[in-house]
């Protein structure tokens, strides 16, 4: 069956032979969450009922990833409307738009979280404007609906991406990830480790070398994770590795995920990965960025303007709950950085690869 005429993206991924990992359940109106905080070591999924929980979960990185949140925070605004009660309708919609306020706060950088709660906002409207007589529970089933597009057309938008992106690829040779785009971070499948995943499903023999991703860990804790239950061979490295591997001939291309990408062509993405691009066309590597449309942001005109989020210091003086520094010392952690768009070869969409200059390119593929 073709990847349009399955509804369900979960048998969408069993079908396609995706990944077997998906990091959310919606199940009898609940919101299930595997905990990734605690990956690699334990697979505890965790139960929301309620929006406030769900904007909680975001912010504290039981889900993360770009759009994982964004299918996260959908889901979340229809348990948002299942917890209304009826009322009059100003107050049922200032209800309900509080709580889509309250989400889109959860993480500030990647755009897909708002763009994800702007589409519920608009099936909101519609159903109110059309059909105020089916009242709540119509109200539910139809966000129900729309969210559960999101996360099938994230599906669906990975897959294809899979497909163009791993023609970029060479045939053989060791390709570097930073942070974790994989099935975790999306509805499943990933965008770098979809690319990655159907370049090896077409046969190339592909080297998957991961660097840690300090000081959260979401490569040696989540790519490993994803890919060794893929039984997808990874090497690990610690991230300052990278032009070591680079200057021997290891790494033959890079892809990263993104979590915004500006009208322009700047990528923002985790901590460290300009530091790869930058070493990347130092040695005369290809920089690939895999992306859906869903993070192209035509409202943000350069990467200077995207909003970095900085988190708490613990996540870099601490180790498993240890502090392994002093406490004189002063600590900055902002969780994202910048990549110019002259240092990105290729951005990879649903749509197809864009090249330079990306302007023009971006403005044509979302017009
Ligand atoms: O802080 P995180 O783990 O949410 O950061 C995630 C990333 O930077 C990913 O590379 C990005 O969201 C793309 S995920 C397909």
């Not at 966000?143 to 669906?156: F, G, H, T």
Request: proline residues 6%.
């Amino acid at each position: 069956m073709d990847a349009n005429q399955y509804q369900d993206p979960v048998e969408l991924l069993s079908a396609k032979g995706g990944s077997s990992v998906v990091p959310l359940r919606w199940q009898g109106g609940n919101l299930y969450l595997l905990d990734q905080r605690l990956l690699p070591y334990e697979e505890v999924w965790l139960q929301y009922s309620r929006p406030e929980q769900v904007a909680c979960a975001i912010t504290d990185l039981v889900v993360r990833g770009a759009p994982a949140i964004g299918i996260t925070a959908a889901l979340g605004m229809v348990l948002a409307a299942m917890c209304l009660k009826e009322e009059k309708e100003d107050l049922l919609r200032d209800k309900w738009l509080g709580h889509a306020e309250r989400m889109i706060s959860a993480r500030p950088t990647a755009v897909n979280l708002a763009w994800a709660v702007k589409r519920m906002k608009r099936a909101f409207d519609v159903f109110m404007e059309e059909s105020s007589t089916s009242g709540l529970s119509g109200l539910v089933k139809r966000l129900e609906r729309e969210a559960m597009s999101i996360w099938l057309e994230d599906v669906r938008a990975n897959l294809t991406m899979g497909e163009h992106g791993q023609a970029l690829f060479p045939e053989e040779g060791g390709v570097l990830t930073h942070c974790n785009a994989g099935a975790l971070a999306t509805g499943g499948y990933g965008t770098a480790l979809g690319v990655i995943r159907a370049a090896i499903a077409n046969g190339k023999k592909i080297h998957v070398v991961a660097d840690e991703t300090r000081p959260w860990l979401q490569g040696a804790r989540l790519t490993a994770y994803e890919l060794a239950k893929d039984h997808i061979p990874v090497t690990l490295t610690v991230d300052s590795a990278s032009g070591l591997l680079m200057r021997k001939g290891m790494i033959r291309a890079v892809i990263v995920g993104a979590d915004r990408i500006a009208a322009n062509g700047d990528v923002a993405n985790k901590i460290g990965t300009y530091n790869v691009a930058e070493l990347a066309r130092a040695n005369g590597i290809p920089f690939f960025v895999a992306a859906p449309t869903s993070t192209l942001d035509l409202d943000t005109p350069g990467g200077d303007e995207i909003p970095i989020e900085e988190r708490p210091p613990e996540e870099i003086t601490t180790i498993a709950g240890k502090i392994f520094t002093v406490p004189e010392a002063r600590v900055y952690n902002p969780v994202f950085d910048i990549t110019p768009n002259n240092l990105i070869s290729a951005i990879i969409t649903e749509k197809g690869v864009l090249t330079p200059p990306y302007g023009p390119a971006i403005s044509a593929c979302m017009s």
